[in-house]
């Protein structure tokens, strides 16, 4: 074969971490630091034209654009709450796309994103579940939803009074969108270590959060690979309720899950980890379940996030009452567990959990976990 390669057979350097790019620019006759070069343009200053990166040889920078290329996926629309919240659609693919959501808090950034189009977890308060599984996310398109939000935030971000230097919009990431990243193991760990690398997005590790609805082999693999947070949708304080709920549990039960979790903060050093428990009406939000929360977590390095409810066509659950989600995190509180309520965002934007799921439910929505909304796109 001669010629220029096509531009789908140029590598993405989006989904190469530090040690594949530095083997890849090793293959055009480099040497390693100019990978961390590279990265400084990619990822320090958001540049994707390699003829723009002036401290790099003329013909290395040819090189590169025969061979490589810097593609994040394309952005379908994009929406901007009251609060500040953002919203991007982005195509997957032709029939595919996925959202990723911004929200600005006092002093931090979060960017929440996507690890799979569709999840296989089934889920029963959950939509993405009734979609079912498409496909799983390359590291390139996990990568490029940080990289082109941090581009896109870019252009008007004021950086809080007191804040360092190169401070950037993003100050934490959390895979808490549509799919389970421990089910994309291969591709997620290269993103989640481009996340914390120096050269790289430069997240601290306790910023960058995974969360899962409980693959317990696959914790303890994640515990050999990196050292981010660990969020654990646990949603039920016994297996015969979390079976319902959370269908891996019959697989994996919370005995053995929260055995995994405390071995990840054994091996990782961290200081806690965040469960997950959605707040559904009647279900699991009486004092009882409170209790029995207690009984699993009191004493150990767990912290609870409360998420009311969002409901979607064809749901059976209803979100707890405002007075319920308190009195559940007072009984947790006053008996020594950490418990916080999640704030619903972007509402106005439909950016909050479930929102979109209504208005485009017959053909095209794919609601999915938290806050996020893939929606199969027309072309
Ligand atoms: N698959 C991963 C990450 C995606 S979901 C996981 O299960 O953790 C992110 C969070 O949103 C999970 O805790 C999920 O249980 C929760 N969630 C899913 N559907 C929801 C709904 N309808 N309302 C509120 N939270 C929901």
């Known amino acids: 074969m001669t010629g220029e390669p096509a531009a789908q057979e140029r590598i993405n350097l989006l989904g190469l971490e530090r040690a594949g790019l530095e083997a890849f ?3 055009l006759g480099s040497k390693p630091f100019r990978a961390r070069q590279l990265m400084q343009w990619i990822y320090g200053r958001g540049e994707s034209r390699f003829p723009a990166m002036t401290d790099l040889a003329k013909d290395f ?8 290329e810097v593609r994040a996926p394309e952005i379908v629309t994009s929406q901007r709450s009251a609060d500040g919240t953002r919203k991007w659609l982005l195509r997957a693919d032709s029939t595919q796309a996925i959202e990723m959501v911004y929200i600005p808090e006092e002093g931090r950034g979060t960017l ?3 690890s799979q189009v569709g999840c296989a977890m089934d889920c029963s308060f959950c939509s993405t579940a009734q979609q079912g599984f498409n496909r799983n996310l390359t590291t390139a398109e996990i990568v490029g939803q940080v990289w082109l939000a941090e581009r896109e935030l870019a252009r008007d971000f004021v950086p809080p009074a007191g804040a360092s230097p190169g401070q950037r919009a993003i100050t934490n990431v959390v895979l808490m969108g549509m799919g389970e990243p421990l089910a994309n193991f291969r591709n997620v760990v290269p993103a989640l270590r481009l996340f914390t690398d120096d050269f790289g997005f430069e997240i601290s590790r306790r910023r960058v959060t995974l969360s899962t ?3 317990v082999p696959q914790i303890y693999k994640l515990a050999e690979e990196t050292n981010v947070a660990l969020a654990v949708s646990l949603h039920a304080p016994t297996d015969e309720l979390r079976n319902e709920l ?3 549990n019959r697989k994996h039960p919370i005995a053995e899950l929260l055995e995994a979790c405390w071995h990840y903060l054994d091996e990782q050093n961290g200081r806690s980890v965040t469960f997950e428990y959605v707040m559904l009406e009647g279900v699991n939000d009486q004092r009882e379940h409170a209790r029995g929360l207690v009984r699993l977590l009191k004493g150990q390095p767990a912290k609870l996030n409360l998420i009311p409810f969002n409901p979607f066509p064809g749901t059976q659950y209803r ?5 319920a989600i308190a009195a559940f995190r007072d009984e947790l509180l006053s008996h020594g567990v950490l418990a916080t309520i999640r704030r619903t965002r972007g509402d106005d934007i439909d950016a909050a959990c479930g ?8 053909r095209t929505t794919v609601r999915l976990g938290s806050k996020l909304i893939g929606v199969a796109v027309s072309t």
């Open 61 to 68: 920078r040819t090189l590169l654009g025969e061979r490589a």
């Open 355 to 362: 929102q979109l799921a209504g208005r485009v439910q017959d």
């Open 246 to 248: 959370v269908p891996i």
């Open 319 to 323: 979100r707890s009452g405002a007075a």
């Open 25 to 27: 620019v090793g293959t």
């Open 112 to 114: 929440c994103i996507s």
């Open 213 to 215: 609805s409980g693959l």
